[in-house]
Protein backbone atom coordinates (compact mmCIF):
# COMPACT_ATOMS: atom_id res chain seq x y z
CA UNK A 1 0.00 0.00 0.00
CA UNK A 2 1.30 3.53 -0.87
CA UNK A 3 3.12 5.24 2.02
CA UNK A 4 0.31 7.73 2.17
CA UNK A 5 -3.78 7.39 1.84
CA UNK A 6 -3.73 9.41 -1.02
CA UNK A 7 -3.66 7.02 -4.23
CA UNK A 8 -1.73 7.54 -6.74
CA UNK A 9 -3.44 8.71 -10.18
CA UNK A 10 -1.74 7.64 -13.79
CA UNK A 11 -3.78 8.70 -16.97
CA UNK A 12 -3.13 6.22 -19.40
CA UNK A 13 -3.46 7.37 -23.29
CA UNK A 14 -4.88 4.80 -25.91
CA UNK A 15 -6.99 1.64 -25.65
CA UNK A 16 -5.22 -0.26 -27.86
CA UNK A 17 -3.59 -4.11 -26.42
CA UNK A 18 -0.94 -2.18 -24.77
CA UNK A 19 -3.27 0.18 -22.82
CA UNK A 20 -6.01 -2.19 -21.77
CA UNK A 21 -3.75 -4.84 -20.34
CA UNK A 22 -1.69 -2.25 -18.36
CA UNK A 23 -5.25 -0.97 -17.06
CA UNK A 24 -6.06 -4.35 -16.19
CA UNK A 25 -2.62 -4.82 -14.21
CA UNK A 26 -2.87 -1.52 -12.36
CA UNK A 27 -6.27 -2.26 -11.20
CA UNK A 28 -5.02 -4.90 -9.37
CA UNK A 29 -2.98 -2.36 -7.13
CA UNK A 30 -5.13 -0.60 -4.51
CA UNK A 31 -2.90 2.41 -4.16
CA UNK A 32 -3.29 3.21 -7.87
CA UNK A 33 -6.07 4.82 -10.04
CA UNK A 34 -5.65 4.30 -13.70
CA UNK A 35 -8.04 5.99 -15.47
CA UNK A 36 -7.78 5.21 -19.51
CA UNK A 37 -8.14 7.79 -22.29
CA UNK A 38 -9.20 7.05 -25.72
CA UNK A 39 -9.47 9.77 -28.25
CA UNK A 40 -12.51 7.21 -30.34
CA UNK A 41 -16.61 7.41 -29.13
CA UNK A 42 -15.73 3.79 -28.03
CA UNK A 43 -13.24 1.26 -27.35
CA UNK A 44 -12.95 -0.94 -30.40
CA UNK A 45 -10.31 -2.32 -32.55
CA UNK A 46 -9.84 -2.43 -36.22
CA UNK A 47 -12.20 -4.56 -37.61
CA UNK A 48 -9.95 -5.56 -40.48
CA UNK A 49 -6.56 -6.51 -38.96
CA UNK A 50 -5.61 -9.78 -37.69
CA UNK A 51 -3.39 -9.94 -34.16
CA UNK A 52 -0.78 -12.11 -33.73
CA UNK A 53 0.27 -13.45 -30.33
CA UNK A 54 3.33 -15.18 -30.34
CA UNK A 55 4.07 -17.70 -26.44
CA UNK A 56 6.27 -15.18 -25.02
CA UNK A 57 3.12 -12.45 -25.50
CA UNK A 58 0.84 -15.62 -23.80
CA UNK A 59 3.14 -15.84 -20.71
CA UNK A 60 3.37 -12.23 -20.48
CA UNK A 61 -0.60 -11.86 -20.36
CA UNK A 62 -0.50 -14.50 -17.99
CA UNK A 63 2.33 -12.65 -15.88
CA UNK A 64 0.09 -9.98 -15.64
CA UNK A 65 -3.28 -11.73 -14.84
CA UNK A 66 -4.28 -15.51 -16.06
CA UNK A 67 -7.86 -13.60 -16.74
CA UNK A 68 -6.27 -11.95 -19.36
CA UNK A 69 -4.69 -14.98 -20.97
CA UNK A 70 -7.58 -16.73 -20.92
CA UNK A 71 -9.52 -13.42 -23.13
CA UNK A 72 -7.55 -14.92 -26.02
CA UNK A 73 -8.90 -17.88 -26.21
CA UNK A 74 -12.51 -15.98 -25.73
CA UNK A 75 -11.66 -13.59 -28.16
CA UNK A 76 -11.63 -16.92 -30.99
CA UNK A 77 -8.28 -18.48 -30.94
CA UNK A 78 -9.31 -21.56 -30.87
CA UNK A 79 -7.66 -24.87 -29.01
CA UNK A 80 -6.34 -28.31 -29.97
CA UNK A 81 -3.88 -29.85 -31.71
CA UNK A 82 -4.34 -28.04 -34.83
CA UNK A 83 -5.29 -24.43 -33.65
CA UNK A 84 -2.88 -21.37 -33.54
CA UNK A 85 -0.30 -20.42 -36.11
CA UNK A 86 2.57 -22.15 -37.44
CA UNK A 87 5.12 -19.79 -38.93
CA UNK A 88 7.38 -22.06 -41.80
CA UNK A 89 6.39 -25.13 -38.83
CA UNK A 90 8.74 -23.19 -36.15
CA UNK A 91 8.18 -25.42 -33.56
CA UNK A 92 7.98 -23.89 -29.75
CA UNK A 93 10.34 -26.33 -27.83
CA UNK A 94 8.17 -25.45 -24.58
CA UNK A 95 4.52 -26.81 -26.60
CA UNK A 96 3.78 -23.13 -26.86
CA UNK A 97 1.21 -22.18 -29.57
CA UNK A 98 1.31 -18.59 -31.57
CA UNK A 99 -2.85 -17.46 -32.04
CA UNK A 100 -4.03 -15.02 -34.04
CA UNK A 101 -7.42 -13.68 -34.38
CA UNK A 102 -9.15 -10.24 -35.32
CA UNK A 103 -7.49 -7.70 -33.44
CA UNK A 104 -11.36 -6.12 -32.42
CA UNK A 105 -12.55 -9.67 -30.72
CA UNK A 106 -9.47 -9.66 -28.46
CA UNK A 107 -10.00 -5.40 -27.86
CA UNK A 108 -13.45 -6.56 -26.94
CA UNK A 109 -12.61 -9.30 -24.66
CA UNK A 110 -9.92 -6.58 -22.56
CA UNK A 111 -12.51 -4.01 -22.50
CA UNK A 112 -15.18 -6.78 -20.79
CA UNK A 113 -12.35 -7.80 -18.39
CA UNK A 114 -12.51 -3.47 -16.93
CA UNK A 115 -14.83 -1.59 -14.91
CA UNK A 116 -16.50 0.78 -17.50
CA UNK A 117 -16.06 4.12 -15.51
CA UNK A 118 -12.22 3.57 -15.83
CA UNK A 119 -12.49 3.84 -19.22
CA UNK A 120 -13.16 7.86 -20.80
CA UNK A 121 -13.86 7.99 -24.42
CA UNK A 122 -14.10 10.68 -26.85
CA UNK A 123 -10.99 12.33 -25.06
CA UNK A 124 -8.18 13.53 -27.38
CA UNK A 125 -4.66 14.44 -25.30
CA UNK A 126 -3.49 17.85 -26.56
CA UNK A 127 -0.50 18.07 -24.40
CA UNK A 128 1.40 16.66 -21.57
CA UNK A 129 1.98 18.62 -18.59
CA UNK A 130 5.38 18.66 -16.71
CA UNK A 131 5.08 16.10 -13.99
CA UNK A 132 1.94 14.65 -14.69
CA UNK A 133 1.92 10.88 -14.04
CA UNK A 134 0.97 9.92 -17.61
CA UNK A 135 1.34 6.27 -19.93
CA UNK A 136 1.39 6.79 -23.69
CA UNK A 137 -0.40 3.89 -25.08
CA UNK A 138 -1.08 5.90 -28.00
CA UNK A 139 -0.09 4.46 -31.04
CA UNK A 140 2.77 5.12 -33.72
CA UNK A 141 2.48 9.12 -34.05
CA UNK A 142 1.91 9.37 -30.27
CA UNK A 143 1.85 12.69 -28.94
CA UNK A 144 3.39 11.53 -25.51
CA UNK A 145 6.23 10.06 -27.47
CA UNK A 146 6.79 14.09 -28.42
CA UNK A 147 6.65 15.33 -24.83
CA UNK A 148 9.60 12.85 -24.08
CA UNK A 149 11.85 12.82 -27.07
CA UNK A 150 11.09 16.79 -28.28
CA UNK A 151 13.53 17.62 -31.21
CA UNK A 152 15.23 13.94 -31.17
CA UNK A 153 15.76 13.03 -34.86
CA UNK A 154 14.13 9.36 -33.68
CA UNK A 155 10.75 11.00 -32.91
CA UNK A 156 8.63 11.17 -35.69
CA UNK A 157 7.98 7.70 -37.40
CA UNK A 158 9.28 6.60 -41.24
CA UNK A 159 7.66 5.08 -43.51
CA UNK A 160 9.35 1.70 -44.13
CA UNK A 161 8.20 2.32 -48.14
CA UNK A 162 5.88 -1.11 -47.51
CA UNK A 163 1.91 -1.12 -48.17
CA UNK A 164 -0.54 -3.84 -47.97
CA UNK A 165 -3.97 -4.76 -48.82
CA UNK A 166 -5.65 -7.01 -46.42
CA UNK A 167 -8.89 -8.41 -46.06
CA UNK A 168 -10.62 -11.09 -43.84
CA UNK A 169 -12.93 -13.52 -45.76
CA UNK A 170 -14.94 -16.26 -44.98
CA UNK A 171 -12.89 -19.49 -44.72
CA UNK A 172 -15.60 -21.28 -47.60
CA UNK A 173 -15.48 -18.66 -49.62
CA UNK A 174 -11.52 -18.90 -49.33
CA UNK A 175 -11.20 -22.27 -50.70
CA UNK A 176 -13.25 -21.91 -53.61
CA UNK A 177 -10.48 -19.06 -55.33
CA UNK A 178 -7.67 -20.43 -53.80
CA UNK A 179 -5.45 -23.31 -54.88
CA UNK A 180 -5.76 -26.45 -52.71
CA UNK A 181 -2.34 -26.81 -51.23
CA UNK A 182 -3.08 -23.30 -49.58
CA UNK A 183 -5.17 -25.41 -47.18
CA UNK A 184 -2.48 -28.46 -46.79
CA UNK A 185 -2.02 -27.41 -42.65
CA UNK A 186 -3.70 -25.32 -40.75
CA UNK A 187 -1.57 -22.48 -40.10
CA UNK A 188 -0.29 -19.54 -41.81
CA UNK A 189 1.60 -19.15 -44.83
CA UNK A 190 4.08 -16.67 -45.97
CA UNK A 191 4.49 -16.83 -49.87
CA UNK A 192 8.33 -15.24 -50.60
CA UNK A 193 8.63 -12.68 -53.15
CA UNK A 194 11.59 -11.83 -55.67
CA UNK A 195 12.00 -8.33 -54.42
CA UNK A 196 8.80 -6.23 -54.24
CA UNK A 197 6.42 -8.05 -52.29
CA UNK A 198 4.84 -10.89 -50.66
CA UNK A 199 1.93 -13.13 -49.98
CA UNK A 200 0.83 -13.94 -46.17
CA UNK A 201 -2.54 -15.58 -45.70
CA UNK A 202 -3.99 -17.09 -41.76
CA UNK A 203 -7.09 -18.88 -40.42
CA UNK A 204 -8.79 -16.38 -38.17
CA UNK A 205 -11.55 -16.95 -35.11
CA UNK A 206 -11.51 -20.55 -35.15
CA UNK A 207 -11.29 -20.89 -39.02
CA UNK A 208 -13.93 -19.48 -39.99
CA UNK A 209 -12.49 -16.74 -41.47
CA UNK A 210 -8.75 -16.35 -43.41
CA UNK A 211 -6.91 -13.56 -43.60
CA UNK A 212 -5.65 -12.48 -46.56
CA UNK A 213 -2.55 -10.06 -46.70
CA UNK A 214 -0.59 -8.88 -49.92
CA UNK A 215 2.21 -6.46 -49.05
CA UNK A 216 4.42 -4.37 -51.63
CA UNK A 217 7.04 -1.95 -52.16
CA UNK A 218 6.81 1.05 -52.95
CA UNK A 219 9.48 4.25 -53.65
CA UNK A 220 6.73 6.56 -53.63
CA UNK A 221 6.54 8.50 -50.33
CA UNK A 222 3.38 8.55 -48.29
CA UNK A 223 1.33 11.20 -46.68
CA UNK A 224 2.11 10.91 -42.83
CA UNK A 225 -1.65 12.12 -42.06
CA UNK A 226 -2.77 9.12 -43.46
CA UNK A 227 -2.74 5.68 -42.14
CA UNK A 228 -4.65 4.58 -45.79
CA UNK A 229 -4.68 5.25 -49.41
CA UNK A 230 -7.55 4.43 -52.15
CA UNK A 231 -6.25 1.74 -54.98
CA UNK A 232 -8.19 1.21 -57.87
CA UNK A 233 -8.89 -2.52 -58.73
CA UNK A 234 -6.53 -2.26 -61.64
CA UNK A 235 -3.75 -1.06 -59.70
CA UNK A 236 -4.59 -4.06 -57.33
CA UNK A 237 -4.15 -6.76 -60.62
CA UNK A 238 -0.91 -5.37 -61.89
CA UNK A 239 0.20 -5.82 -58.18
CA UNK A 240 -0.55 -9.24 -58.09
CA UNK A 241 -0.51 -10.13 -61.76
CA UNK A 242 3.02 -11.87 -61.54
CA UNK A 243 1.76 -14.37 -58.63
CA UNK A 244 0.24 -17.21 -60.37
CA UNK A 245 -2.71 -19.04 -59.18
CA UNK A 246 -2.04 -18.00 -55.61
CA UNK A 247 -2.49 -14.41 -56.87
CA UNK A 248 -5.39 -15.08 -59.38
CA UNK A 249 -7.11 -16.24 -56.22
CA UNK A 250 -6.21 -12.96 -53.78
CA UNK A 251 -7.39 -10.93 -56.70
CA UNK A 252 -10.98 -12.35 -56.80
CA UNK A 253 -11.14 -12.51 -53.33
CA UNK A 254 -10.34 -8.48 -53.10
CA UNK A 255 -12.40 -7.64 -56.29
CA UNK A 256 -15.49 -7.70 -54.24
CA UNK A 257 -14.55 -4.76 -52.04
CA UNK A 258 -16.13 -1.67 -54.00
CA UNK A 259 -13.49 0.42 -51.99
CA UNK A 260 -9.87 -0.64 -51.77
CA UNK A 261 -8.11 0.65 -49.26
CA UNK A 262 -4.30 0.04 -48.64
CA UNK A 263 -2.50 0.42 -45.43
CA UNK A 264 1.14 1.97 -44.88
CA UNK A 265 3.13 0.40 -42.58
CA UNK A 266 5.35 2.44 -40.03
CA UNK A 267 7.87 2.14 -38.02
CA UNK A 268 9.82 4.30 -35.27
CA UNK A 269 13.80 4.75 -34.83
CA UNK A 270 14.96 3.90 -31.92
CA UNK A 271 14.48 5.94 -29.56
CA UNK A 272 17.25 7.02 -26.63
CA UNK A 273 14.49 6.36 -23.78
CA UNK A 274 11.28 5.32 -23.11
CA UNK A 275 10.09 7.90 -20.46
CA UNK A 276 11.10 11.48 -19.01
CA UNK A 277 10.19 12.30 -15.45
CA UNK A 278 6.89 11.22 -14.60
CA UNK A 279 5.40 10.38 -18.31
CA UNK A 280 6.31 6.83 -20.28
CA UNK A 281 5.58 5.55 -23.68
CA UNK A 282 4.28 1.58 -24.16
CA UNK A 283 3.81 -0.35 -27.56
CA UNK A 284 3.97 1.47 -30.68
CA UNK A 285 4.11 4.90 -29.16
CA UNK A 286 7.55 3.40 -28.05
CA UNK A 287 8.82 0.98 -30.77
CA UNK A 288 6.26 0.83 -34.12
CA UNK A 289 7.83 -1.81 -35.63
CA UNK A 290 7.43 -4.27 -39.39
CA UNK A 291 4.73 -6.89 -38.26
CA UNK A 292 6.70 -9.59 -40.08
CA UNK A 293 7.58 -11.31 -37.26
CA UNK A 294 4.02 -10.74 -35.62
CA UNK A 295 5.98 -9.26 -32.64
CA UNK A 296 4.19 -5.69 -31.81
CA UNK A 297 1.20 -7.04 -30.21
CA UNK A 298 3.48 -9.15 -27.91
CA UNK A 299 5.99 -6.09 -27.26
CA UNK A 300 3.18 -4.30 -26.29
CA UNK A 301 1.70 -6.61 -23.37
CA UNK A 302 5.92 -7.34 -22.51
CA UNK A 303 5.64 -3.61 -22.09
CA UNK A 304 2.69 -3.25 -19.86
CA UNK A 305 3.44 -6.83 -17.93
CA UNK A 306 7.16 -4.85 -16.36
CA UNK A 307 5.40 -1.36 -16.31
CA UNK A 308 2.42 -2.50 -13.86
CA UNK A 309 4.63 -4.63 -11.90
CA UNK A 310 6.84 -1.54 -11.23
CA UNK A 311 3.92 0.72 -10.71
CA UNK A 312 2.64 -1.66 -8.40
CA UNK A 313 5.33 -1.55 -6.18
CA UNK A 314 6.06 1.88 -5.79
CA UNK A 315 5.11 3.39 -2.65
CA UNK A 316 4.48 7.00 -3.72
CA UNK A 317 4.68 9.63 -6.30
CA UNK A 318 8.15 10.61 -5.78
CA UNK A 319 9.61 7.06 -6.85
CA UNK A 320 7.41 7.17 -9.87
CA UNK A 321 10.19 8.38 -11.74
CA UNK A 322 12.61 5.40 -10.22
CA UNK A 323 10.24 3.27 -11.35
CA UNK A 324 9.99 5.13 -15.22
CA UNK A 325 13.69 4.93 -15.61
CA UNK A 326 13.80 1.25 -14.81
CA UNK A 327 11.11 0.52 -17.12
CA UNK A 328 13.11 1.56 -20.16
CA UNK A 329 16.61 0.30 -18.82
CA UNK A 330 14.68 -3.33 -19.02
CA UNK A 331 12.43 -2.69 -21.97
CA UNK A 332 14.57 -0.75 -24.86
CA UNK A 333 17.13 -3.32 -25.62
CA UNK A 334 14.57 -6.32 -25.24
CA UNK A 335 12.29 -4.07 -28.03
CA UNK A 336 14.62 -2.52 -30.28
CA UNK A 337 16.17 -6.09 -31.01
CA UNK A 338 12.55 -7.32 -31.95
CA UNK A 339 11.97 -3.93 -33.83
CA UNK A 340 15.28 -5.25 -35.97
CA UNK A 341 14.44 -8.62 -35.93
CA UNK A 342 11.07 -7.68 -37.45
CA UNK A 343 12.40 -5.31 -40.38
CA UNK A 344 15.09 -7.95 -41.57
CA UNK A 345 12.19 -10.49 -41.48
CA UNK A 346 10.47 -8.48 -43.97
CA UNK A 347 13.72 -8.14 -45.99
CA UNK A 348 13.75 -11.96 -46.06
CA UNK A 349 10.02 -12.54 -46.93
CA UNK A 350 10.17 -10.02 -49.65
CA UNK A 351 13.30 -11.37 -51.23
CA UNK A 352 15.16 -8.07 -50.49
CA UNK A 353 18.35 -6.92 -49.41
CA UNK A 354 21.26 -9.62 -48.43
CA UNK A 355 18.41 -12.00 -48.00
CA UNK A 356 19.91 -15.55 -49.89
CA UNK A 357 16.99 -16.91 -51.46
CA UNK A 358 18.74 -20.89 -51.11
CA UNK A 359 16.28 -22.99 -49.62
CA UNK A 360 18.11 -24.63 -47.42
CA UNK A 361 19.94 -21.78 -46.06
CA UNK A 362 16.46 -20.65 -45.31
CA UNK A 363 15.58 -23.18 -43.70
CA UNK A 364 18.14 -22.81 -41.37
CA UNK A 365 17.70 -19.45 -40.29
CA UNK A 366 13.94 -18.45 -40.35
CA UNK A 367 12.96 -20.55 -37.06
CA UNK A 368 16.28 -19.24 -34.98
CA UNK A 369 14.93 -15.85 -35.77
CA UNK A 370 11.89 -16.58 -33.13
CA UNK A 371 14.27 -17.90 -30.67
CA UNK A 372 15.08 -15.34 -28.44
CA UNK A 373 11.50 -13.96 -29.10
CA UNK A 374 9.83 -16.70 -28.01
CA UNK A 375 12.01 -18.07 -25.35
CA UNK A 376 13.12 -14.84 -23.48
CA UNK A 377 12.80 -15.48 -19.79
CA UNK A 378 10.34 -13.11 -18.74
CA UNK A 379 10.22 -14.33 -15.20
CA UNK A 380 13.96 -13.50 -14.61
CA UNK A 381 13.29 -10.20 -16.69
CA UNK A 382 10.37 -9.20 -14.13
CA UNK A 383 12.70 -10.21 -10.99
CA UNK A 384 15.55 -8.36 -12.27
CA UNK A 385 13.19 -5.07 -13.21
CA UNK A 386 12.04 -5.59 -9.79
CA UNK A 387 15.61 -5.59 -8.38
CA UNK A 388 16.56 -2.50 -10.63
CA UNK A 389 13.88 -0.41 -9.20
CA UNK A 390 14.87 -1.25 -5.43
CA UNK A 391 18.28 -0.32 -5.90
CA UNK A 392 17.49 3.13 -7.73
CA UNK A 393 15.13 4.39 -4.97
CA UNK A 394 17.07 3.64 -2.11
CA UNK A 395 20.15 5.50 -3.93
CA UNK A 396 17.99 8.71 -4.43
Not at 179 to 190: L, T
Not at 246 to 271: C, D, K, M, N
Not at 351 to 371: N, Q, T
Request: with cysteine; hydrophobic share 35%; proline share 5%.
Amino acid sequence: MAASNKKIKVAICGSGIAGLSLLFGLLKHPHLEPILYEVGLEIAGDEGVGVGLAPNALRALKLIDPELREAVTRAGAGQGPNAGTEVVQVGDLKGDVGYLFQRSKFIEQLFKLVPQETCRTNKKLSRVEDNSSGVGGDGVHSTVRKYILQDDPSCAPIFSQQYFYVALVPMEEAKKKLPKECFDVYCQYAWMGSGRGMLMHNPCNNGETLQLLAAFTTDEPWDPEKWTSEKSHDEMRKDLSSWGKTGEGFTELYEVQSTLLVRSIWEHPHAPTYNSSHACIIGDAAHAMQPWQAGGAGQAIEDSMILQTLLGAIKDVPEIPSALDTYTKMQKERTQYVQTMSGGMGEILMGKGDADPDLEELRKIVPRRWDEMWYFDLDKHQEEALKVMKASIKST
